[in-house]
Nanobody
Framework: QLQLVESGGGLVQPGGSLRLSCTASGSGLDAYAIGWFRQAPGKEREGVSCISTSGDGTNSADSVKGRFTISRDNAKNTVSLQMNSLKPDDTAVYYC????????????????????WGRGTQVTVSS
């Protein structure tokens, strides 16, 4: 069974950068679309960015466009989220999730379509 582990979270000042990683075990990642989600205290979990099985299709929330970049390396079973120009509003627990799919070149950020979830990594943006 696929297992996902997030890493790379931490405390960063506004305007700073972090790179999150999602590493898979138990199965190769090439049959899964991957999504990054986040949940701030008292708020619903929301989609941040997603990437298609082969990496040729991505999608991002308007709030992170131009600041966050998602990428994947199927050979290393890893998906990354590069986060630049971080803001206090980006503070949340970040989760990666995998969706079994045969769809090529596209992904979606609806959380209820994802089959496997990691436990999350905390990102705190504060001065």
């Amino acid at each position: 069974q696929l297992q996902l582990v997030e890493s790379g979270g931490g405390l960063v000042q506004p305007g700073g950068s972090l790179r999150l990683s999602c590493t898979a075990s138990g199965s190769g990642l090439d049959a899964y679309a991957i999504g990054w989600f986040r949940q701030a205290p008292g708020k619903e979990r929301e989609g941040v960015s997603c990437i298609s099985t082969s990496g040729d299709g991505t999608n991002s929330a308007d709030s992170v466009k131009g600041r966050f970049t998602i990428s994947r390396d199927n050979a290393k079973n890893t998906v990354s989220l590069q986060m630049n120009s971080l803001k206090p509003d980006d503070t949340a627990v970040y989760y990666c999730a995998a969706r079994t799919t045969t769809v090529q070149g596209a992904c979606a950020m609806m959380r209820n379509i994802y089959d496997y979830w990691g436990r999350g990594t905390q990102v705190t943006v504060s001065s």
